[in-house]
């Protein structure tokens, strides 16, 4: 047993060489909620560590002392029953262990679940779907899987779902909420650098469970900007291509999961297009369920632009 | 020959040597034949984790396909729950508990007999579900609507799920109303509450907590099936049901459940631990008052496995503070179990080794439940591979541990031959260090982002390090088990076991009074009991008189 303990501890050790951060603690965080989280976590691994080492470590001594060294089974050991005082004394000091933790939690608590009063948040609601995340932006404006923030601004999350439950979950952004059909939760991040933080669903949602993931894209005010007044219409026929449809046909459209689509005339026809992807078929979701004309009109012309490939040959 | 045998019991069909098993209402063939069906369980849900760890070794490998995965993902969960480790503690519980209180039998023989083939049955519908329209249910040993709903699980997989909950249920409730009224009414003379032994006490809160607990799913999976079959919308929002009445209907059975799986555990280290330390078990009362207590506060912990769905922070902490208080029972028992081995006589025979490993790795276990039962902490944690991690610690290096001690203890009782010790600690050693290996990894896997259920990643470096470690470590722990098969076939099938005697561990309890294996009444006559170590009392009787 002691030979597993030093072996685990080996393996540990090589897992902390290898990386500042092998996993011993959630990744470094980027939001005030995910810092005290982080702070709430290192608490609690203090006292589970230290417990962790007591009673392994006695347990291994016992162990150790007392082995029998090929004594009689007839031979016994003390007949001790109990000790009323010892036995009142590993009730009460987790008792007290589990209450400072307990009082950490709640120290904790109103910085994790409640955004900075005094900020001026922007609300953006997150829509999980099978098998992508749709973001709406105050001025109207759209985007899938990719979430784009400015930096140092509370950052207020509506999530919802229009499918199945999702969860919703960026580590460096703080934890997880589902995203439950008739039911709106709250979340909030207020990102402290900027650059690219990635999550994925952490609810199994079905097929593609693993492939729904998120970017939040963290930039400047102007940036943020640029994104939802212009870019966000430019760009969405692609995003709304490439993070729904290409997840079952393709990135070209060549298929995968899915028949492939790139010589399926279906594309050059809006209407239909529009149809299917609102409804869904056969096997394929209503992914499109809750899109806006403007949406379906990106679409049509995205992939009539980029991913139509002509009619396939006749007898081909 | 014949005529012999018939003039103490007559020879009919009943006695062949298959419908003799068929037919029988004995508690210990009943318990016989509900441990070998749970272990063929484990071994076929074992394989389609190794299908999983196989598919997990490395980014984007392409070994099942994400479809496949799912089921084997839903098949793996609801197999290991519901048809391994429940039933097997019900094999336990009905083979050991009559002989521990020195009982003919069972309070109700036939009902017994129905739960055994109701058992049964409810596992041939559920992997008969390979072969439905649509293959087996994909949604998750929980299966959450609205996934779980016809829109987004359409074929007949989940319903064969549903089928096969409602059989099992059913199952279950005989045994548990078995064991309850034979624990209260059929102890022998001189056995009181506080001679009961530990396991027995387990047992009846196993009893009752099963009662209390199953309704619940039932009528969950009922209502499921009632929006699957009958256009009901309990669960759907967009007609005005709620996901969120299911999660907490399912939850209120499925906490109570874990520990449904881990009291029992817990009552056999509490029986083995002792006698392999030679010392009566520290604080017996405590043990046992421990469990009336992990008992009732397991019915108030349900919604910890919810504090991401948004509950609320009034519900989250009381959830919070309940979940905490249960730590301390269980912190009980592991200091009062590690004080039962302080100044013993430690005996390393298998039982013992599982009994230590159990011990080690439960607790463990048990202290990441802590982060789990922190909300804020749960939020980031919950739904990775940290809590995969977590729940095997206790499922697996708790009470698949505990198990597999208890098999190699009460072995020779079942079946009057020994072990072989030798390939006893081979398998244990690979199956603890594979076990560590496979599960380990997987805290750091959650803590670095991967969520649980996932078929596949992208991630390489760490990420795929730890993967790979632990599908090595699932290969490991997959000889381990082996290595008890091949144990299991040398004493039996080979007969090379040794024959044990009634009492090869010189224990404590009155299933050792009656001869290995004991006739199909049991006992000729069953001593007086004047403590919880009957048998101890009866050795000690025996030097005085010599």
């Given at each position: 047993m002691l030979l597993t303990f030093v072996g685990i501890a080996v393996l540990v050790a090589a897992g902390v060489a290898s990386a500042a951060n092998g996993g011993f603690t959630p990744p470094a965080p980027h939001s005030p909620n995910a810092v005290k989280t982080n702070d709430a976590y290192d608490v609690i691994l203090g006292f589970t560590g230290a417990i962790f080492l007591l009673v392994e470590g006695v347990l291994v001594t016992f162990i150790w002392k007392y082995r029998g060294r090929g004594r009689s089974r007839t031979d016994e050991g003390v007949q001790v029953h109990g000790h009323a005082r010892l036995e009142l004394i590993w009730t009460v000091i987790p008792v007290i262990i589990l209450c400072v933790i307990g009082l950490v939690v709640f120290y904790e608590l109103p910085g994790i679940s409640n955004a900075p009063a005094a900020a001026n948040p922007l609300r953006i609601t997150v829509e999980g779907h099978q098998f992508y995340w749709q973001f709406d932006y105050p001025n109207g404006a759209r985007s899938i899987n990719d979430l784009y923030a400015p930096v140092g601004q509370v950052v207020d999350l509506t999530v919802v779902s229009s499918d199945v439950i999702h969860s919703w979950w960026i580590p460096e952004l703080g934890g997880k909420i589902q995203a439950i059909p008739g039911r709106t939760n709250?979340?909030?991040?207020?990102?402290?650098?900027?650059?690219?933080?990635?999550?994925?669903?952490?609810?199994?949602?079905?097929?593609?469970?693993?492939?729904?993931?998120?970017?939040?894209?963290v930039g400047t005010s102007a940036?943020?900007?640029?994104?939802?007044?212009?870019?966000?219409k430019t760009d969405l026929g692609r995003a709304e291509f490439q993070g729904a449809c290409a997840t079952c046909h393709g990135m070209q459209g060549q298929g995968g999961y899915g028949p492939n689509l790139a010589s399926n005339p279906l594309l050059t026809q809006p209407s239909a297009l529009a149809s299917i992807v609102r409804n869904g078929r056969n096997l394929m979701p209503a992914v499109g369920d809750t899109w806006t004309k403007q949406q379906m009109q990106a679409l049509a012309q995205y992939v009539k632009a980029h991913v139509y490939t002509g009619a396939a040959p006749s007898g081909g | 020959m014949a005529a012999r045998s018939e003039a103490v019991y007559p020879v009919t069909w009943k006695s062949g040597r298959v419908a003799r098993w068929l037919v029988t209402v004995d508690h210990k063939r009943i318990g016989i034949m509900y441990i070998a069906t749970s272990l063929f369980f484990f071994v076929i849900g074992g394989i389609l984790a190794v299908l999983m760890r196989a598919q997990l070794a490395t980014p984007n490998e392409s070994i099942l396909t994400k479809n496949s995965y799912d089921e084997v993902m839903t098949m793996h969960g609801t197999t290991m729950i519901f048809l391994v480790i429940v039933p097997i503690m019900a094999g336990f519980g009905n083979y050991l508990v009559p002989l521990m209180i020195g009982a003919r039998d069972m309070a109700f023989p036939r009902l017994n007999a129905l739960s055994y083939w109701l058992f049964l049955l409810g596992g041939v519908v559920l992997w008969s579900s390979w072969f439905a329209t649509g293959g087996t249910a994909k949604a998750g040993w929980w299966s959450y609507p609205t996934l779980?709903?016809?829109?987004?699980?359409?074929?007949?997989?989940?319903?064969?799920w549903i089928l096969s909950i409602h059989i099992l249920t059913l199952s279950s409730l005989a045994t548990a109303i078995n064991l309850v009224v034979t624990i209260v009414n059929m102890r022998t003379r001189g056995m009181s509450w506080m001679r009961l032994p530990l396991f027995v006490w387990a047992m009846l809160v196993y009893g009752i907590l099963l009662l209390v607990a199953l309704p619940t799913v039932s009528a969950a999976v009922t209502l499921l099936l009632l929006d699957r079959q009958a256009g009901t919308h309990f669960f759907i929002p967009s007609h005005g049901g709620s996901v969120v009445l299911y999660q907490h209907m399912f939850w209120f059975f499925g906490h109570p459940e874990v520990y449904i799986m881990a009291l029992p555990a817990f009552g056999m280290i509490s029986e083995i631990l002792p006698i392999f330390s030679r010392k009566p078990i520290f604080g017996y009362k405590a043990v046992a008052f421990s469990t009336v207590g992990i008992g009732f506060f397991s019915m108030l912990v349900w919604a910890h496995h919810m504090f991401t769905t948004g509950l609320g922070t009034g519900l989250d902490s009381?959830?919070?503070?309940?979940?905490?208080?249960?730590?301390?029972?269980?912190?009980?028992?592991?200091?009062?179990?590690?004080?039962?081995?302080?100044?013993?006589?430690?005996?390393?025979?298998?039982p013992m080794l599982f009994a230590l490993g159990f011990l080690a790795l439960f607790t463990m276990g048990g202290l990441s439940g802590i982060?789990?039962?922190?909300?804020?902490?749960?939020?980031?944690?919950?739904?990775?591979?940290?809590?995969?991690?977590?729940?095997?610690?206790?499922?697996?290096?708790?009470?698949?541990?505990?198990?597999?001690?208890?098999?190699?203890?009460?072995?020779?009782?079942?079946?009057?031959?020994?072990?072989?010790?030798?390939?006893?600690?081979v398998s244990f050693w690979l199956m603890f260090v594979g076990f560590n290996l496979t599960f380990l990894p997987q805290h750091m896997l959650g803590l670095l982002g991967m969520a649980r259920r996932v078929y596949t990643y992208s991630h390489g470096g760490l990420w795929e390090w730890y993967n790979l470690t632990?599908?090595?470590?699932?290969?490991?722990?997959?000889?381990?088990?082996?290595?008890?098969?091949?144990?299991?076939?040398?004493?039996?099938?080979?007969?090379?076991?040794?024959?044990?005697?009634?009492?090869?561990?010189?224990?404590?309890?009155?299933?050792?009074?009656?001869?290995?294996?004991?006739?199909?009444?049991?006992?000729?006559?069953?001593?007086?009991?004047?403590?919880?170590?009957?048998?101890?009392?009866?050795?000690?009787?025996?030097?005085?008189?010599?």
């Open positions: 709250r979340f909030w991040f207020k990102a402290d650098r900027q650059g690219t933080y990635t999550g994925q669903c952490a609810e199994l949602c079905g097929l593609y469970h693993a492939k729904m993931e998120a970017r939040v894209i940036d943020y900007t640029r994104f939802v007044t212009s870019t966000a | 779980s709903e016809s829109q987004f699980s359409p074929g007949h997989g989940q319903d064969y009381f959830f919070m503070i309940s979940s905490m208080v249960i730590a301390v029972p269980t912190g009980i028992k592991i200091f009062n179990w590690i004080a039962t081995t302080w100044g013993g006589n430690l005996i390393f025979d298998t982060f789990l039962a922190a909300f804020p902490v749960d939020w980031q944690v919950n739904d990775s591979y940290y809590v995969v991690a977590h729940f095997h610690y206790v499922a697996f290096g708790g009470v698949a541990f505990a198990i597999f001690g208890g098999l190699h203890y009460w072995w020779p009782k079942m079946f009057g031959r020994m072990l072989d010790e030798r390939l006893g600690k632990s599908t090595i470590g699932s290969g490991v722990l997959t000889i381990g088990v082996a290595v008890f098969v091949a144990n299991v076939w040398i004493a039996h099938g080979l007969r090379k076991g040794v024959r044990a005697g009634n009492d090869p561990w010189l224990a404590d309890t009155l299933e050792w009074y009656t001869t290995s294996p004991p006739p199909e009444h049991n006992f000729d006559s069953v001593p007086y009991v004047t403590s919880a170590r009957p048998l101890r009392d009866l050795r000690r009787r025996l030097a005085e008189q010599t």
